[in-house]
DNA sequence: TATTGTTATACTCTATAACTATA
DNA sequence: TATAGTTATAGAGTATAACAATA
């Protein structure tokens, strides 16, 4: 698989982010996969518990496509975890809920994602994860310097990534 | 863009690393795109620096699919960074080489990586840094807990990915 | 028969454009 | 005229399968 020391991945930032989010999000599939959702179908669900957005606005807080939230609502509705009402305010909107299936889904998934995160995190000694974790934070969040996706130049294909938040 | 808060983000490692992964990606593939390289052509070009490898142990090295080994070869050798010679013992097997051009870029894109990075990681105090890698390398690397992705479960379509390890 | 590199192609994923029905 | 949701489709990226030349 991989041949490098760890001495040489240290050196290749890139390479520590890319494989943390490929691996734990091959993780995180896998074990929501139990429960027959996705992680993004785990984040629009959990999203849509208050039971009061429309399908658009819950596309806009779970940072989708409005035309990957039809889909995503497809599978929730088939799988029979959600709901689309029509608004009574809006002919034209639709009002997502969670049906009650759709929150026992939620809630087993919140506990699997903790226990995933758990046996990540787990290995590290407490005082490094909160280290950690701040650094991430710090980096990422906020006023970080990888907050914002620096626009691409002229003729770089920006790389087309979901949200895959959890 | 995101709307949540850093205590929010920081309970969420998969949106942690996903969005540290996506944007130094984006970064990197900005800041090379002056070299007219990716990261993954400048991967595989400086792999090549020895000039003994063929394309497919090349390929090997660089954690890439013998096809997509084919177009970014292609790539590079239409602009003038590499070159497919003959194996002298193996008349099916071609040895890459990078050309003079291509060592000078190979050079000019690790200044410009290293850049990047200490952009990135200059916000952290010097000891925070140093934890953070240590605990990056302790979840990736060796026998980290994101080693190596757990096969998903049938019917579980796995996420494809490059290396673009740089 | 197996392997190197190639080509052709299929598949997944996401976004753009066009459409409908309302507002 | 603009907006919510839908459908159709295009585009990028990668892998699988088939092939030619050689081992």
Redesign the pocket.
């Known amino acids: 698989m991989d041949n490098r020391s760890d001495a040489e991945i240290r050196a290749d930032l890139s390479y520590l982010f890319d494989k943390a989010s490929q691996v734990l999000t091959a993780r995180m599939n896998a074990a929501l996969a139990e429960l027959g959702i996705t992680p993004?179908g785990y984040c629009v669900l959990s999203k849509a518990l208050p039971g009061e957005l429309?399908?658009?606005?819950l596309?806009e807080v779970a940072l989708?496509?409005?035309?990957?939230?039809?889909?995503t609502?497809?599978h929730l509705e088939k799988a029979g975890l959600a709901r689309?009402h029509p608004?009574p305010?809006?002919?034209?909107?639709?009002?997502v809920q969670t049906t009650d299936e759709g929150r026992r889904v939620v809630e087993k998934a919140r506990t699997i994602i903790d226990g995933v995160y758990a046996e990540v995190l787990g290995v590290l000694p407490d005082e490094q994860r909160e280290t950690l974790l701040d650094g991430m934070v710090a980096l990422v969040g906020g006023d970080g310097p990888l907050r914002v996706a620096k626009p691409a130049p002229e003729g770089v294909?920006r790389?087309?990534?979901?949200s895959?938040s959890v």
């Not at 305010?89 to 009002?95: G, K, L, P």
């Not at 790389?159 to 979901?162: A, C, D, G, M, V």
Request: aromatic letters at 0%.
């Open positions: 993004r429309t399908q658009g606005e596309a989708l496509d409005k035309t990957t939230m039809v889909v609502m497809d689309r608004s305010t809006d002919r034209r909107a639709r009002i294909r790389t087309r990534r979901s895959r």
